[in-house]
Structures are given as structure tokens and as C-alpha cells.
């Protein structure tokens, strides 16, 4: 990740930040990461390959650098939350509980999780603040790898590593300024940041894609969710990052039975699979049936290539990094790609510096089409 330094860093400036199925991500720090690795169990036998291997610089998103803000008017911790969204709308194949649900019973049936979540994300997604309070407070009390709060950079909360709320955010949100508990006011913010329109390089190509979507509510967790009751119907707004995501992820209109269907059909007559994993957005984008100028190929292609973009938006990462201000005045580069903004929380008495970013977005292969196989547990 970023650093300010040349890059000859030393095993002694490397903090391990965490993992996925196909990386490691190190943070240039001061540590060495092999002390702090602490891996799921079904990961322990993975290991850095002996050969030289590639590795990716990114910007990281836990952090606010200068080169975004001035930092002369920031005080206190850099806090970053990350949350693994999930699906956020119903899928056709269960109409009636979240995919995520499902999923947490094959995850139990592994043994990759010793109880299920009460997490719903269609509470988060519902752009209702009763609903995403329930939410987050479900991730907390059971993060898996839905949740993690890092102070200035170290992973401070996530699981097996479930610290003091309180500790993690002193000297972000001080008891003495708020009105009502730390974890409250807390919520209240990552709510607001989480509604706040998400200004981002790719806005055209979104601006493309409409959002029909209205709450749902899922059986599953219908003892722990409530139903919006807010005078005014709450909607999440089309512009905030989850709009964003969820979005990306309604560009799959044909779930993963047709699109199995429809990927057998079009391996049969033709072997070129590249053309999945082409960055160029399609014409007709969004569609949900054939266009005028589209062949049957073209459509079929287009369709695929939306399901595995959609697949992408719903294994994504959110990543809010925030800093409270000293004073009303705040620089920030007005040229940066980064989503930033600030955003006031009355319960804290103060002001703080978001910056928003999704990580984990790579392309998924054509063969994920066919993952559901596998899944027993999966209604279809
Ligand atoms: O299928 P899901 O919803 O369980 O998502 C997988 C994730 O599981 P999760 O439920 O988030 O713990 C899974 O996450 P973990 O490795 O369990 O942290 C991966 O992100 C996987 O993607 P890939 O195979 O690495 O490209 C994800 O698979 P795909 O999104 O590629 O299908
Ligand atoms: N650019 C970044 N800035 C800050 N933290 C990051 C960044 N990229 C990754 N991370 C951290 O490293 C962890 C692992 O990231 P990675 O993308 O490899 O795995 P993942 O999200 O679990 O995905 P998958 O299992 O699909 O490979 C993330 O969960 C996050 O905590």
C-alpha cells in the first residue's frame, strides 16, 4: 500500500492488514506481519509462494494522507470501518429471506462459523437509519468478515479481536461530548456516511444504471429486523455508495440458473472467453432485454458480462475512513478521486472528515456462473 517512503522497505516496515482467498495486503508500517497474522482456520495452509510473485501498490483506504486533507485541522485517531455489504436485494431464487442468510447456513454447515448472524443487508440497504442501526449493531456483535474497525491503521475490532468500543474510539468521540452512548452516536455517523452521495470516478457509467428498488424485508431475520415505520417512506438515495453497489449489483437480472443456461449455450458456439472479462463497458448496459442493434450473441454476451460484474459489486468491501475537525475550516484537494466529506454528528457535538472508498473489486471468471452448484443448501 501507499507509503511516503522509496520502495526498499524492510520486513521490519510491514504490517499485515489482512487477506482474501488470492492476496495478502500489507500496510508499510513498522511491524512485521507474520507476529499479528492471525488467519481463518481454513487458510492457515497458505503461505507466501518461494518464487518471486507479484505484488499490487494501493492507496490505503484506511488512511486520511495530506495529500487529501490538511491534517493541521484533523485531530485525534484515524478510525476506518470496513463492511462487507453482501447482496442487498432479494434474489429471485428465495423470495422471501436474504441470500446472505442462506449462505450463513452452508457457512454453519461447514463449520466456518460457529453461529449464524443476525446481520441482514437488507436492513443496511434500506436507506432507513432504524433499520441500519439494527444492522450495524448486528455487526458488531457478530463481525465474521463483515466488520472490522481499524485505528490509526491497526485492526482494533473484528473477529476474535472484539475490544472496548469505548477504548477503540477514545479521543475520536469523547464521552464527555456526547449525548447518548459512544456506540450510538458511532452508528449515527457510519449511517450518515453510508447515506451521503458517493461522488466517484465511474459516474457515468453508473448514472446509466437505474434503481428500482424499494425495502424489502426478510423472513429469515423478521424477529430481529422491524419494519420501517418513519413518517416519511425511507428510500436509500440512487447517488449514497451503498446505491451505488446495489446498483452494480441489480445489473444481474438473470440469476445464477439462467446464467448457467445461457453460459452451457454460449461456450457450445463459440470458445472465446475472453470476452467476459473485457473492461469495456457494453452498449446497452443495464438492459434488461434484448436492443435493436444487439445479435442474440451480443445480448448473451452482455448478460453474462453483467453477472459477473454483479457478482463483483456483491462481494465488495466499503472502506470509511474518518477523522473528527478542530475547526470550522478544513482544505481538502478539490482534484482528488477519492469520495470525501464532512459530515456532522449533533450527538457528538462535532464534525469529522469521511473519506469513502470500495475495495476489493476485481473481475470475477466466467466460471463463478456455475458456483451455486456446489451449494446444497441453496434453495433453487
Ligand atoms: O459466494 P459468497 O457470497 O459466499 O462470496 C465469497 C466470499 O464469501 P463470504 O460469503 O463473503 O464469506 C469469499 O470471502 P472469504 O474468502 O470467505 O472471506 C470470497 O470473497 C469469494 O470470492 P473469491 O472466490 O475470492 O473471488 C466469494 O465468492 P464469489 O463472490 O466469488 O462467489
Ligand atoms: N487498499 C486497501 N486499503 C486498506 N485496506 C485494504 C486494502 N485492500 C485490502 N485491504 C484489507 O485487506 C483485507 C484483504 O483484502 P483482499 O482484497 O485481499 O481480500 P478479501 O476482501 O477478503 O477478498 P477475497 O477473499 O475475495 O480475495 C481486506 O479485507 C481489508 O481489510
Request: hydrophobic residues 35%; aromatic residues 10%; proline residues 4%.
Amino acid at each position: 500500500m501507499e507509503s511516503n517512503h522509496n520502495n526498499d522497505w524492510t520486513a521490519a516496515e510491514l504490517v499485515y492488514r489482512g487477506e482474501g482467498n488470492s492476496s495478502i495486503v500489507i500496510a508499510v508500517k513498522k511491524v512485521c506481519f507474520d507476529q499479528f497474522r492471525k488467519v481463518k482456520l481454513f487458510r492457515k495452509h497458505k503461505s507466501l509462494p518461494d518464487e518471486d510473485t507479484f505484488a499490487l501498490l494501493m492507496p490505503d483506504f484506511c488512511d486520511i494522507p495530506q495529500t487529501i486533507a490538511t491534517n493541521d485541522n484533523l485531530i485525534g485517531p484515524v478510525i476506518s470501518v470496513e463492511i462487507k455489504p453482501k447482496q442487498g436485494f432479494l434474489s429471485s431464487l428465495d423470495p422471501y429471506s436474504c441470500v446472505y442468510s442462506s449462505f450463513q447456513s452452508v457457512k454453519l454447515e461447514q463449520g466456518l462459523i460457529t453461529r449464524k448472524s443476525g446481520y441482514c443487508p437488507l436492513d443496511l440497504y434500506s436507506g432507513c437509519r432504524h433499520r441500519m442501526n439494527i444492522a450495524l449493531n448486528q455487526l458488531l456483535s457478530n463481525p465474521q468478515n463483515n466488520f472490522r474497525i481499524f485505528r490509526d491503521l491497526q485492526l482494533a475490532y473484528g473477529e476474535g479481536l472484539k475490544c472496548d468500543i469505548d477504548t477503540i474510539l477514545h479521543g475520536f468521540i469523547n464521552v464527555t461530548e456526547t449525548i447518548g452512548s459512544i456506540k450510538d452516536v458511532f452508528c449515527n455517523l457510519l449511517i450518515e456516511a453510508l447515506l451521503k452521495p458517493f461522488h466517484n470516478k465511474n459516474e457515468i457509467l453508473y448514472s446509466k444504471l437505474k434503481m428500482k428498488y424499494e425495502q424489502h424485508y426478510c423472513n429469515y431475520h423478521r424477529d430481529i429486523s422491524l419494519p420501517c415505520e418513519c413518517k416519511e417512506k425511507c428510500q436509500l438515495p440512487y447517488d449514497c455508495i451503498l446505491g451505488t453497489i446495489l446498483r452494480t449489483q441489480m445489473l444481474d437480472t438473470i440469476d445464477h440458473r439462467f446464467a448457467q443456461d445461457l453460459l452451457d449455450f454460449i461456450l457450445k458456439c463459440s470458445s472465446d472467453i475472453e470476452k467476459f472479462s473485457e473492461l469495456t463497458v457494453p452498449r446497452g448496459v443495464g438492459s434488461i432485454s434484448k436492443l435493436d442493434f444487439e445479435s442474440n450473441e451480443l445480448f448473451m454476451t452482455r448478460k453474462i458480462w453483467e453477472f459477473l460484474v454483479s457478482l463483483t459489486a456483491k462481494d465488495c468491501s466499503i472502506i470509511i475512513a474518518m477523522q473528527k475537525l478542530n475547526s470550522a475550516e478544513i482544505e481538502f484537494n478539490s482534484d482528488t478521486e477519492d469520495a470525501v466529506t464532512i459530515i456532522h454528528v449533533p450527538q457528538a457535538r462535532s464534525r469529522f472528515f469521511v473519506r469513502l472508498s470500495i475495495i476489493d473489486v476485481d473481475q470475477k471468471p466466467f466460471h463463478k456462473v456455475y458456483k451455486l452448484k456446489n451449494f446444497k443448501n441453496i434453495k433453487i
